[in-house]
């Protein structure tokens, strides 16, 4: 999956935020999902406040960092058309991302247009009215100013 961009780069560089590829794979507490019978990308359409934006290392597992809980504010806009609006705001910066989304079966697809950039994927979950999205990122754990490998799960309720 090297050719798929990360969806929130590090704090000191945040310049991409996409939604899928955005949250986390778990029990499906509605019966629907990427193992349930509704796979219809209406899910999306609506404003979205991300509740929780947790990053964990590849190399380090048991190594989570909670954007979200140092002040990392992520929002989700999604017309009927798919046209979403992404921005993000945490450690002094904001960042905002304009394009089209789609759903392809257990993905979320951000194909995004300004600023522009290849696809992003994020697997998706329903759980009663929130969406969660796991997908893949980078996130300098060590504060080097090199980004690492990490897993990003947002957690997006209706806003």
Known sequence: MS???????APNNVRRLV???????GANG???GPNG????????VGEWLATSLAMTS?????????????????????????????????????????????????NVVFMPDSPPGPDALAIWQRVGDSVILDGDSDFDFNL????????????LIPN
């Open 19 to 25: 939604l899928v590829g955005v949250v986390a794979v």
């Open 58 to 106: 590849v190399a380090n597992p048991g190594l989570t960092v909670e954007l979200d809980t140092l002040g990392a504010v992520f929002t989700l806009s999604v017309q009927p058309s798919g046209r979403y609006t992404a921005i993000l705001q945490g450690f002094g910066q904001s960042s905002s991302e304009v394009g089209k989304l789609t759903v392809d079966g257990p």
């Open 30 to 32: 509605c019966g629907n």
């Open 144 to 155: 080097d100013g090199t980004p690492e490998p990490a897993t990003l799960r947002q957690v």
């Open 3 to 9: 050719s798929k961009r990360p969806l929130l780069q």
């Open 37 to 44: 019978l509704d796979l219809n990308p209406d899910f999306m």
